[in-house]
Nanobody
Framework: HVQLVESGGGSVQAGGSLRLSCVVSGYTLGNICIGWFRQVLGKGPEGVATITSAGTTTYADSVKGRFTISKDSAKNTLYLQMNSLKPEDTAMYYC??????????????????WGQGTQVTVS
C-alpha cells in the first residue's frame, strides 16, 4: 500500500522560507519519480518541481531559483525547500509519485499516487 504524507506547511511573511516534507511508504524512493504540485482554490493544479529516480530535477519557471526539490532515500522522504516566498506561492501543496512517469512531469495524469496536501500561506 503506497502512502504519501506531506507536512511542513504554514503561514509565513513574504520573503520567508518553508521546507515541505513528504514521507513515502510502500515505495522505495530511489526507484520512482516524485514531485510537488500546488493548487489554489478555483484553479487547476500546477506542477512545481519533480525529481526522477536518477536525481534529475525540473522546476516550473515561476519557482526556479527560489525552490529546491531533494530527496533522502535513507529516510524515504522528499523535500521542497522554498525560499523568497511570494504571496502568489500561496496554495495547497501536494506530493505525487509514480513508478513509470511516462507523461509530462507537470501533468497530474502522470502520477498515480498523491498525498493529502499541506497548506502554504504567504502574506
Amino acid at each position: 500500500h503506497v502512502q504519501l504524507v506531506e507536512s511542513g506547511g504554514g503561514s509565513v511573511q513574504a520573503g520567508g522560507s518553508l521546507r515541505l516534507s513528504c514521507v513515502v511508504s510502500g515505495y522505495t524512493l530511489g526507484n520512482i519519480c516524485i514531485g510537488w504540485f500546488r493548487q489554489v482554490l478555483g484553479k487547476g493544479p500546477e506542477g512545481v518541481a519533480t525529481i526522477t529516480s536518477a536525481g534529475t530535477t525540473t522546476y516550473a519557471d515561476s519557482v526556479k531559483g527560489r525552490f529546491t526539490i531533494s530527496k533522502d532515500s535513507a529516510k524515504n522522504t522528499l523535500y521542497l525547500q522554498m525560499n523568497s516566498l511570494k504571496p502568489e506561492d500561496t496554495a495547497m501543496y501536494y506530493c505525487a509519485a509514480d513508478d513509470y512517469c511516462g507523461g509530462r512531469w507537470d501533468d497530474v495524469r502522470t502520477y498515480q499516487y498523491w498525498g493529502q496536501g499541506t497548506q502554504v500561506t504567504v502574506s
